[in-house]
């Protein structure tokens, strides 16, 4: 129970569905009081005693469970270490693979509970080929829908997992929230980082990396700028390149690649940004790999439909129609190429992009 309205009315469903619930609250952080601003972030000190005076109206018991250095190491420092190698990486994601549904999982089975509850939008069914493989699905609401940020769960994770709101709207659960009496039915929902909670990535990044100032190069090789770090930047990225004039045809550049070890900001016109194949490491499968699926690429939008080859190197990818602002870290999560195209099939970490 994060302390928002999500999981908390998740545990309600949970209870009034017969189950035995317990509410558990994660500590993320050695100093939690500097991890929410307004609607931004979360796991606070005023986000735990909201998560207990909801755990206290459903009447179930209720737990701070201390996952700080846990989060750390498994969540924080990876994701500086990747923003220092170029690349772009998803913390929601490790989160929900290295905390929620394995660190929480492993407590929670070792006390003798059976899964873990949480308030994300997705569903899960049966497989009608093996009863005991968990299939993931999209959320109905495909506004809401976090089934991208839960593609790296491995089939025995997502056999401990249960997502209740899967089939709801955001706005029936927050009405569901008031008619329980719930104080969180309005909060508003966190944003960005939940560990920069200021939304400052540039300068979170720079406490802990520091400087490492380079060239922004144009494609014709013109050296068009200068920066403080390859860190600063993201592939796609438009605004606060930091270059003082336009390009000579006026158009706006964009961040094409980063090259940490020269130093590099790679800068140009949008259409650069078109990528037609990737290639992608450490899949992990929920089905049999496909050979054609649809594939999504940040966690709103950036799909497409693609054939995937399948090799001792990892998952290359073809696109069926190009893509924009694919970064390396970023995870690919495939989908079963149907009408609905709501099943995950699995999903893989990019590791290179071409056009």
């Known amino acids: 129970m994060s302390g928002g309205v999500d999981s908390a009315v998740a545990a309600a469903r949970l209870r009034d569905a017969g189950h035995d619930v317990t509410g558990v609250h994660l500590a993320l952080s050695a100093k939690p009081a500097t991890m929410r601003e307004g609607a931004r972030g979360c796991c606070s000190v005023e986000d735990s005693r909201d998560a207990r005076r909801c755990a206290d109206v459903l009447d179930i018991p209720f737990y701070v469970w201390d996952m700080a250095a846990r989060f750390r190491d498994d969540v924080v420092e990876p994701f500086v270490a990747e923003y ?25 089975r070792a006390l003798g509970f059976d899964a873990v509850g949480t308030g994300h939008y997705a569903r899960l069914s049966v497989s009608a080929d093996d009863p005991a493989h968990p299939v993931l699905r999209r959320a109905a609401d495909p506004d809401k829908d976090q089934s991208y940020v839960l593609g790296v769960l491995r089939p025995d994770q997502l ?26 039915a309005e909060k508003p929902d966190s944003h960005d980082i939940c560990f920069i909670p200021s939304g400052d990535t540039r300068g979170f990044l720079a406490e ?10 144009a494609p014709d090789g013109e050296v068009v700028g200068h920066h403080r770090g390859v860190h600063d930047f993201t ?8 270059i003082g004039r336009p390009a000579a045809d006026g158009r706006p ?12 900001v790679r800068v140009g016109p949008v259409e650069e940004l078109d990528v037609t194949s990737l290639h992608a490491t450490d899949p992990v499968w929920l089905a049999e790999p496909p050979t054609g699926c649809v594939v999504q690429v940040r966690a709103h939008g950036g799909l497409a439909r693609a054939s995937v080859a399948v ?9 069926d129609e ?3 602002g694919v970064a390396p870290g970023q995870a690919v999560v495939f989908y079963r190429p149907d009408d609905a195209g709501d099943v995950v099939l699995g999903s893989a970490t990019i590791a290179s992009t071409s056009r």
Do not use: W
């Open 311 to 319: 090799t001792d190197a990892g998952v290359d990818v073809t696109l």
């Open 84 to 108: 220092a190698a170029g690349r772009t990486p998803n913390p929601c994601l490790r989160c929900n693979e290295k905390i929620k549904f394995t660190a929480v999982l492993e407590r929670a």
């Open 322 to 324: 190009p893509l924009r």
């Open 159 to 184: 056999a401990g997992a249960l997502f209740p709101l899967g089939a709801s709207p955001k706005t029936e659960v927050r009405a569901e929230a008031a008619r329980r009496g719930l104080v969180v």
């Open 253 to 264: 550049r964009y961040v094409l690649g980063l090259e940490p070890v020269s130093r590099t």
């Open 208 to 217: 802990r990396i520091g400087e490492a100032p380079g060239e922004m190069v």
């Open 235 to 242: 592939v796609g990225q438009r605004h606060g390149l930091g």
